[in-house]
């Protein structure tokens, strides 16, 4: 039986990553960093040459040059946004980019389109509850490491494409209180269902506001106790994985 692929992603490039890589480097866990050239939302992004640091050990993505939403911009500003961010990223750390997340899930078909056309080969959005991976230009998430309160998540799944398979999947978790207890959940059902992807997505800003830096580490030593039952991936070997499944 193939082990289940788990991969997490973190967004924003703030400068608590390196912590979060430390920590992430100590249980020898895979994980993708977005990280956008400067944030206009005002929350401090990494210096060059820790942007450099974190490309030897880890998978760096693109999450555009300022962090804006995409589609509120015109046509050309989109396009620069989003390759700029590719050449910016390739030309600091010397690696191919293969990997794009949209800044705050915001994307549209034109925008699919010239993430394309930037050469990228997957790009991440921030879709909840799923567990597979149908199209490379919409890799869905499964959980944030953020405590939503259950009725956001239960809304969230509501306006959901695919809010029917979700519920009946996942609706127990929505009587869970704790994170870790969720994630557990999240672990369990894979198993327990065959699953064979599983998407966690942060923000290490958020760890730091929010204190989250034990929890995060509780979290790491249950990975590792379940070694056998997964395999840790970065985001663009998921999605390699996939596109050689003819997902
Ligand atoms: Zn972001």
């Known amino acids: 039986m193939r082990k289940t692929m788990l991969t997490m992603s973190w967004d924003d ?4 990553d390196l912590r979060l890589a ?5 249980y020898n866990l895979a994980s993708t960093f977005y990280i956008p050239k400067n944030n206009i939302e005002g929350i401090p992004v990494l210096p060059i040459r820790e942007i450099k640091e974190l490309s030897n050990n880890f998978e760096i993505g693109a999450h555009t040059i ?3 939403r995409l589609n509120t911009l015109p046509r050309d500003q989109t396009k620069y946004q989003i390759k700029g961010s590719k050449n910016w990223l390739e030309d ?12 705050g899930g915001r994307y549209d078909k034109n925008i699919i389109e010239d993430v394309k056309e930037a050469g990228f080969f997957y790009s991440r959005t921030i879709e909840n509850f799923r ?5 490379l230009h919409e890799m869905p998430t499964t959980l944030q490491f953020f405590n939503h309160k259950n009725y956001v998540l239960l809304a969230n799944i509501l306006k959901s494409k695919n809010s029917f398979k979700k519920l009946s999947n996942y609706h127990p978790i929505l009587k869970i209180n704790t994170l870790i207890k969720k994630l557990e959940y999240i672990l369990d059902y894979s198993i327990n269902n065959n699953i064979s992807y599983i998407h966690f997505w942060g923000h290490s800003w958020e760890l730091d506001l929010y204190d989250q830096w034990d929890f995060m580490e509780d979290f790491f030593k249950i990975l590792r106790e379940r070694e056998q ?4 991936k970065t985001n663009f070997q998921c999605a390699f994985e996939k596109s050689k499944d003819h997902f």
């Open 13 to 16: 490039g703030s400068i608590h």
């Open 229 to 232: 039952l997964f395999s840790f």
């Open 66 to 68: 300022n962090h804006t």
């Open 131 to 135: 567990n597979e991976i149908s199209n």
């Open 92 to 103: 600091l750390t010397g690696k191919s980019i293969y990997g794009f997340c949209y800044p």
């Open 22 to 26: 430390d920590l992430l480097s100590k």
